[in-house]
């Protein structure tokens, strides 16, 4: 089966923007999902799809698609932002699905 | 509200046991497959197997095939996973999390939501 790669960890000032990028040969065929995990808790979903963002969600996150390559904006950061974030997809050959190792967002 | 919830968990010795359960509730169960996926201590996700809407397709990772079992019973709203010959590496949260998919453009997505709030299992001797 294949991968879906992820910067380990990235940083972010209060309010800017900052994106997020998944890449994976996968991705070539299928969308990703976005998920949104603080310490302590279950993922929950932010982005799925083309670019849609469940009920609850803020319009400050947004997904993308390019070639093998998903992202995820959010687009003013904020101090309750600062979570680990997984993509997943299904994987390109195989019924396994995959996630991402994961990107440690931190606010300053 | 549409919900899931684990239970099962717990400490148990390399080369044993143990089953996890997970019940939903406020969705048309028999509608969706469901997935189970893992969180080992300081680690990312891994997903672990699904199984579909009537219970007949099930697909696991590498690194459990052969020794896990998802089923299910429709009637009870409830996914079960079977654990056998546990091994330290299989000590994570477990979720279990609603399948749904869709297609835009011709290219289709996949995604988990919601998820449980997880049951921890520890393999220790």
């Known amino acids: 089966s294949s991968e879906l790669t992820q910067d380990p960890a990235v940083s972010v000032a209060l309010g800017q923007t900052v994106r997020i990028t998944c890449q994976g040969d996968s991705l070539r065929k299928f969308y990703a999902g976005w998920y949104q995990q603080k310490p302590g808790q279950a993922p929950v979903l932010v982005i799925y799809g083309k670019n849609n963002r469940p009920s609850g969600i803020p319009d400050r996150f947004s997904g993308s698609n390019s070639g093998n390559t998903a992202s995820l904006t959010i687009t003013g950061a904020q101090a309750e932002d600062e979570a680990d974030y997984y993509c997943n997809s299904r994987d390109r050959s195989d019924n396994v699905w995959l996630f991402g190792g994961g990107t440690k967002l931190t606010v300053l | 509200q549409v919900q899931l919830v684990e239970s099962g968990g717990g400490v148990v010795q390399p080369g044993r046991s143990l089953r996890l359960s997970c019940a939903a509730s406020g969705f048309t169960f028999s509608y969706h497959f469901i997935h189970w996926v893992r969180q080992a201590p300081g680690k990312g996700l891994e997903w672990v197997s699904v199984?579909?809407?009537?219970?007949?397709?099930?697909y696991y990772a590498d690194s459990v095939k052969g020794r896990f079992t998802m089923s299910r019973d429709n009637s009870q709203n409830t996914v079960y996973l079977q654990m056998n010959s546990l091994r330290t590496e299989d000590t994570a949260v477990y979720y279990c999390?609603?399948?749904?998919?869709?297609?835009?453009?011709?290219?289709?997505?996949?995604?988990?939501?919601?998820w449980g709030q997880g049951t921890l299992v520890t393999v220790s001797s």
């Open positions: 999390a609603r399948d749904q998919s869709s297609c835009s453009g011709g290219t289709c997505g996949w995604w988990f939501d919601p």
């Open positions: 199984i579909s809407k009537d219970g007949v397709n099930k």
